[in-house]
T-cell receptor, first 115, second 115 residues
Framework: AQSVTQLGSHVSVSEGALVLLRCNYSSSVPPYLFWYVQYPNQGLQLLLKYTSAATLVKGINGFEAEFKKSETSFHLTKPSAHMSDAAEYFCAVSEGDNQGGKLIFGQGTELSVKP | GAGVSQSPSNKVTEKGKDVELRCDPISGHTALYWYRQSLGQGLEFLIYFQGNSAPDKSGLPSDRFSAERTGGSVSTLTIQRTQQEDSAVYLC?????????????FGPGTRLTVL
């Protein structure tokens, strides 16, 4: 069975500092991995996804994530935080192309950015 | 173009009443997903449709929950005899098809409050 663990329900950084949000997954087959962001009172928006091409994936708003199979991780980073990055971030996994595409989400990490 | 829309945006109901939540997916998207977001449970998969068929209903919490999709487009999630634990935000997403590598496009959600 698939599962996703996000370490840290709340992360606080200063503006301009490195953002690191951690995600570890469990999957019985090579997974597809996603990071979504949710701004207050809005739906989820895709930041980036890993689909077995390059292991370092670049997304929108300066975010990137690296797929590390040996560590079963897909951590999200951004070199310099901006106030507008404050939101909740969700890591998700889906298995293969024949399983219907349902997403299994982590519990989410709320990112706060201090001026 | 138009994104995924959901109605109503907010719904307050009394315990024991039935409610219907509507989702209009992006035109041409054959896959449609329902998720529930609650404080205690995070983001949970409920059901997905490929066309008008629902191959995976495994996330529906009880037989009080049902969903249908007609014409390969609009979907309705129905909750009968609502309970207070049904209070949550119900999110709908659509995708070009149900292969796992596809991005899912999320609607803004329906916030359901059961008094």
């Amino acid at each position: 069975a698939q599962s996703v663990t996000q370490l840290g329900s709340h992360v606080s950084v200063s503006e301009g500092a490195l953002v690191l949000l951690r995600c570890n997954y469990s999957s019985s087959v090579p997974p597809y991995l996603f990071w979504y962001v949710q701004y207050p009172n809005q739906g989820l928006q895709l930041l980036l996804k890993y689909t077995s091409a390059a292991t370092l994936v670049k997304g929108i708003n300066g975010f990137e994530a690296e797929f590390k199979k040996s560590e079963t991780s897909f951590h999200l980073t951004k070199p310099s935080a901006h106030m507008s990055d404050a939101a909740e971030y969700f890591c998700a996994v889906s298995e293969g192309d024949n399983q219907g595409g349902k997403l299994i989400f982590g519990q989410g990490t709320e990112l706060s950015v201090k001026p | 173009g138009a994104g995924v829309s959901q109605s109503p945006s907010n719904k307050v109901t009394e315990k024991g009443k039935d409610v219907e939540l509507r989702c209009d997916p992006i035109s041409g998207h054959t896959a449609l997903y329902w998720y529930r977001q609650s404080l205690g449970q995070g983001l949970e998969f409920l059901i997905y449709f490929q066309g008008n068929s629902a191959p995976d209903k495994s996330g529906l919490p009880s037989d009080r929950f049902s969903a249908e999709r007609t014409g390969g487009s609009v979907s309705t999630l129905t909750i009968q005899r609502t309970q207070q634990e049904d209070s949550a935000v119900y999110l709908c997403a659509s995708s070009p098809d149900s292969r796992g590598h596809n991005e899912q496009f999320f609607g803004p959600g329906t916030r359901l409050t059961v008094l």
